[in-house]
C-alpha cells in the first residue's frame, strides 16, 4: 500500500532532503494517519500552520509521493512556553502500483491535509462467484 | 520575571522530566527522528510587555470545536478532534495522529484582564492573546538628578 521512505534508507531520500525545500531551518515530519479500503488509500497529514496554496505534493522520478508545506506561523520573540518549533514539514510515501497516481486529489483545510489515491479499477477487490 | 523561580520554565522543566522518564522528548520531531511524546495540543507561550499569547497547534479544528476559559490564572485549552467521517468505512494502516478529548491547562503566572482575552484561528493554529492588567506591565521611573 503505502510504505514510508524514510524506512529504506538515508540513499533513497536523498534526492529530496528536507535541506532542499528552501534552506531556511529544519524541516519537520508531519504527524500521519493512513486508512485503506477497496477503493482508495487517503491520508490525513497535520500541517499547522501552513495555508492553502503553499502544500506541494508531488510524484518524483520513482513515483514516490512527496509532501513538502512551508510554514506561514511567524516565531514571536519573549518565549517563556515552547513545545513545539516552526518550520517547513517534509515527508515521503511509496504508493504500491495497485494505485492510481494520475488521479490523486489533495485538499487542505484548517491545517489538515486530505490526500485521496484511488486503487486502478483492475486492483479493486472482487467477490468471485463459487459455482456450486 | 520578577520573582526567583519561573513558572513557566520550572513546568517546563518538570514536563521535560516527565517526558524523559516516559521516553520522549521535547516538541516536535525533526524528520527522521523518532516521535517526541507530548500532550496534544503543542502549545507555545509567548510574553512581552503587553500580553501573553498562548498558541496552539489544533490542525483540522475550527473555532466552535474548541472550548477556550480562563479561571483564576488557569488556562484551559479544550475540545475533541474525531477522525473524518469518510474514515469510518475504512481500515487504518498508520496512526500518529492525536485523537478524542483533549485538554491543555496552562498557567498564566501574570495578572491578566479576563474580560479582554481574546482568541482566533488561523491555518489549524489557535492564538489566544491576555492582555496584562496595567499593574503586571513595566513601568519606567524616570529617577530625577539632582
Known amino acids: 500500500m503505502a510504505e514510508e521512505l524514510e524506512k529504506r534508507g538515508k540513499q533513497t531520500i536523498s534526492s529530496t532532503a528536507p535541506e532542499s525545500i528552501g534552506g531556511a531551518g529544519p524541516a519537520f515530519s508531519p504527524d500521519v494517519d493512513i486508512y485503506v479500503n477497496g477503493d482508495k488509500l487517503l491520508f490525513l497529514v497535520d500541517l499547522p500552520g501552513v495555508r492553502k496554496g503553499d502544500v506541494s505534493i508531488v510524484l518524483d522520478e520513482q513515483e514516490n509521493l512527496v509532501i513538502k508545506a512551508p510554514t506561514a506561523f511567524k516565531e514571536r520573540q519573549g518565549t517563556t512556553l515552547r513545545q513545539f518549533r516552526t518550520g517547513d514539514f517534509f515527508r515521503a510515501f511509496q504508493i504500491s502500483r495497485d494505485y492510481d497516481k494520475d488521479k490523486i486529489e489533495a485538499n487542505l483545510d484548517n491545517g489538515l491535509l486530505k490526500i485521496v489515491v484511488p486503487r486502478k479499477e483492475e486492483s479493486k477487490p472482487r467477490a468471485i462467484k463459487i459455482n456450486a | ?146
Open chain 2, 1 to 146: 520575571m520578577l520573582w526567583g523561580i519561573d513558572p513557566w520554565k520550572e513546568l517546563e522543566r518538570m514536563k521535560s522530566d516527565l517526558d524523559g522518564m516516559l521516553g520522549g522528548g521535547t516538541g516536535r520531531s525533526h524528520y527522521g527522528a523518532p516521535k517526541p511524546s507530548m500532550s496534544f495540543p503543542l502549545t507555545n507561550a509567548y510574553e512581552n510587555k503587553d500580553d501573553i499569547r498562548v498558541v496552539a497547534e489544533l490542525p483540522g479544528l475550527t473555532s466552535d470545536s474548541v472550548n477556550i476559559m480562563f479561571n483564576d490564572g488557569i488556562l484551559t485549552i479544550a475540545g475533541k478532534r474525531e477522525a473524518p467521517s469518510e474514515v469510518r468505512e475504512m481500515s487504518a494502516v498508520r496512526r500518529e495522529r492525536s485523537q478524542g478529548d483533549f485538554e491543555k491547562i496552562i498557567e498564566i503566572p501574570v495578572k491578566v484582564e479576563s474580560d479582554k482575552i481574546s482568541a482566533s484561528f488561523e491555518n489549524g493554529i489557535l492564538t489566544v492573546v491576555l492582555p496584562k492588567a496595567e499593574e503586571a506591565k513595566p513601568r519606567q521611573i524616570t529617577i530625577e538628578v539632582k
